[in-house]
């Protein structure tokens, strides 16, 4: 089990949102590449970065402060996310040192992209599915399309993406818990790395998603409860590399 750290950065500051929203965020630190340092070396060996005014613009937005976290960290493989719509943007975060690429809303949008990009950065696009209800949300979680997300997963696997990050966005920054059934349902469907994200609380959470690593959910992206100290990262790496 990877535990991720993330990192999602609005106007240049660490923040969280709640359950996606853009204006009910809490601003953790002024300083992303403090932030990153922190979880590096708490041992996090991969970190989750999203540009929260990427997602919004349709574009990169932070890329020079992910750079600069990037140049802090070259030996932490960095995955980010937000406002990736072509492959411009794909090739501009992997020439600074970004290891996977995250299409989140383009991928539902433009699958034909996910496909291109799968082909043109082999081994380094990941697509990240969010939803609600088994429904798949799109544009920063604003709209809910009809696509199903265990289909639409099959879909991008045959596509050869390397990874699907899950999230239920109802539990996104609540605290209440990750959807276990949920992510292991998704899990099931694939053969593919499924990544847990969404509403984990504290180390109920990471047993919990621990036990069900074998159906090939191998990997938790860790937000809010990090932050709001409910959950001690070093404690929880610690455990991951106590059941391996």
């Known amino acids: 089990m990877l535990l991720i750290p993330a990192i999602d950065i609005k106007d240049g500051q660490c923040v969280r949102l709640r359950q996606g929203r853009m204006d009910d965020s809490t601003v953790f630190s002024n300083d992303p590449v403090a932030m990153a340092t922190r979880w590096v070396e708490a041992g996090a060996q991969r970190l989750h970065i999203v540009d929260l005014?990427?997602?919004?613009?349709?574009?990169?937005v932070n890329a020079r402060v992910i750079r600069d976290?990037?140049?802090?960290?070259?030996?932490v493989p960095l995955q980010v996310g937000g406002g990736i719509r072509d492959e411009d943007a794909i090739e501009t975060y992997l020439e600074i040192g970004v290891s996977?690429?995250?299409i989140g809303t383009a991928a539902v949008k433009e699958p034909h992209f996910v496909a291109d990009a799968a082909v043109s950065f082999p081994g380094h696009i990941i697509v990240g599915l969010d939803a609600r209800d088994g429904k798949v949300a799109i544009d920063g979680w604003s709209k809910l399309s009809n696509h199903d997300v265990i289909d639409i997963?099959?879909?991008?696997?045959?596509?050869?993406?390397?990874a699907i990050i899950y999230t239920d966005i109802s539990r996104d920054?609540?605290?209440t818990g990750v959807?276990?059934?949920a992510t292991v349902r998704l899990a099931r469907s694939v053969r593919i790395p499924i990544i847990a994200s969404g509403g984990i609380a504290g180390m109920n959470d990471i047993h919990a998603l621990c036990d069900v690593s074998a159906e090939g959910v191998t990997g938790a992206i860790l937000g809010r409860a990090l932050?709001?100290?409910?959950?001690?990262?070093a404690q929880a790496q610690r455990y991951v590399e106590s059941r391996t």
């Open 227 to 233: 932050y709001e100290g409910q959950l001690d990262f």
């Open 53 to 60: 005014n990427g997602a919004t613009a349709g574009k990169p």
């Open 179 to 181: 959807n276990v059934d």
């Open 69 to 75: 976290i990037v140049q802090a960290h070259p030996g």
């Open 173 to 175: 920054g609540m605290l």
């Open 153 to 162: 997963a099959q879909h991008f696997e045959r596509d050869g993406v390397s």
């Open 100 to 102: 996977f690429a995250i």
